[in-house]
């Protein structure tokens, strides 16, 4: 009984797991009581301009009358039920709009209940699909280093083998091939070395690779690095002669957060499948979808099996589904833009930590900006820091990034931006 009564805090420290935490050497624990637009309230009192928009997805800020209201609206009228039989006008809008909106030819949908998941139906997909094509031998997938595209078995597979976040699941994992990282950054001259290196995998390996995973222009969790359109146009251009699906995982760069509405479009490719999640119900609920091409759905329905051989209980959810179309719709009127564009010019202003001592590399695009330093941060105290400056900023490793709201404002923005400044200046900010 003790242990329930213990505060709230030093509960959650000795019994609920967060994401990549200890239970022995447990982080600080802010407990958050309101957040609203870019600020979000700490049982404290304190309030703290939202640096990460809850890790890329709530991107019209928190507390918003619109999605609030539609999703009441739902939950009045149907908050689930089994997609298997049954469907609803919620998942119907969105996969309209989906298909409406995102790169050509993808054509059908599978509403996925989060990224790591959208990823496995992907995957499972581009698997299917050649089998059901009488090349069950395609059962390989190709990657490069650099990438990560979530926390499950398939996904794992196809994440950076040597950032060391999966490390030690390796046994247990498929075994992927794996192009290096891309060399050249989003705007420096392309060299045609990273095709000439592409295009040998692709011509060694084409025959046991089902598909090709990449997140498009951004590597994020495996090291926030933007690289050049023209390595997506050479993944595209190899996929297709060498009979190899492009999945493109968009779950963090979808929605507008580089500048466009999907990165995919800074190289004008489609992709055969595409993976979105995060800003979809503008980090309302967790929601994902996978969309496909014709081409794909029809061959895998045609197949030994008839069916796609995936469905989860929660597949479908009206309550996800209709925060996801009201957060589409704020898309679709259009201020993301102009937003998005005055948060990448304000950015700019991170450029003059350049030429400061300790940090390696400075970059900008879209509404994601990274400080990268030439050593690793101690997270807890970085992050103490940051509170008190009264900034949510929560860097990993040698990363101190942010990708805020959209609708933060250019004072906000500024403030954070100072916040980063700073800190890097204070002593007691580095890993051991
Ligand atoms: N792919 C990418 C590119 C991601 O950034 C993430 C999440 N960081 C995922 C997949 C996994 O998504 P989720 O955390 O919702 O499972």
């Not at 031998?137 to 398939?154: I, N, P, Q, R, W």
């Not at 794996?178 to 995998?201: T, Y």
């Not at 970059?363 to 030439?374: D, Y």
């Amino acid at each position: 009984m003790d242990k329930i009564h213990t505060n709230d805090i030093e509960f959650d420290q000795q019994h609920i797991w967060h994401p990549y935490t200890s239970m022995t050497k447990p982080l600080p624990a802010y407990k958050v009581t309101r957040a609203e637009g870019v600020t979000i309230t700490l049982e404290t009192g304190e309030q703290l301009i939202d640096g990460m928009a809850s890790w890329w997805s709530v991107v019209h800020g928190y507390n918003h009358p619109e999605i609030n209201q539609a999703m009441h609206a739902q939950i009045d009228a149907v908050s689930h039920v089994m997609f298997g039989g049954l469907t609803h006008q919620p998942a119907i809008d969105l996969c309209r709009r989906l298909i409406a909106m995102t790169p050509d030819g993808l054509d059908k949908v599978f509403i996925a209940d989060s990224g790591s998941v959208a990823v496995e139906v992907a995957i499972k997909m581009a698997l299917q699909y050649w089998h059901s094509k009488g090349k069950p031998e395609k059962s390989k997938l190709m990657t490069v280093h650099g990438g990560y595209h979530g926390d499950t078995f398939a996904a794992m597979s196809v994440c950076d083998p040597v950032n060391g976040m999966h490390q030690l699941f390796q046994g247990f994992m498929a075994k992927s091939v794996f192009a290096p990282k891309p060399k050249q950054g989003f705007d420096q001259p392309w060299d045609e070395q990273d095709s000439i290196v592409l295009e040998q995998l692709f011509a060694t390996h084409h025959q046991q690779i089902a598909a090709f995973i990449i997140e498009p222009i951004v590597q994020g969790a495996g090291g926030m690095r933007f690289y050049h359109p023209q390595y997506l146009k050479q993944c595209r251009l190899l996929c297709d002669k060498y009979d190899v699906l492009l999945i493109a995982d968009e779950i963090a760069t979808g929605f507008g957060r580089t500048g466009k509405l999907f990165a995919c479009e800074h190289a004008n490719v489609s992709p055969d499948i595409l993976c979105l999640g995060k800003a979809l119900t503008g980090g309302y609920l967790t929601l994902a979808a996978t969309l496909c091409t014709k081409e794909i759905a029809d061959t895998i329905s045609q197949g030994e099996a008839g069916v796609f051989m995936h469905g989860p209980t929660f597949m479908g959810n009206p309550l996800a589904c209709s925060a996801a179309n009201a957060s589409l719709a704020l898309l679709s009127a259009g201020d993301w833009q102009h937003q998005v564009a005055s948060i990448e010019s304000t950015l700019q202003a991170l450029y003059t930590l350049s030429d400061h001592p300790d940090v390696a590399d400075v970059r900008v695009l879209g509404a994601i900006g990274v400080v990268e330093m030439k050593r690793p941060v101690d997270t807890a105290s970085i992050q103490a820091h940051f509170v008190k400056m009264g900034v949510w900023i929560r860097p990993f490793g040698k990363l101190v990034y942010i990708m805020p709201p959209y609708v933060i404002s250019q004072d906000e923005l500024l403030t954070l931006i100072q916040a980063i400044k700073q800190v890097i200046e204070f002593s007691d900010i580095w890993a051991e």
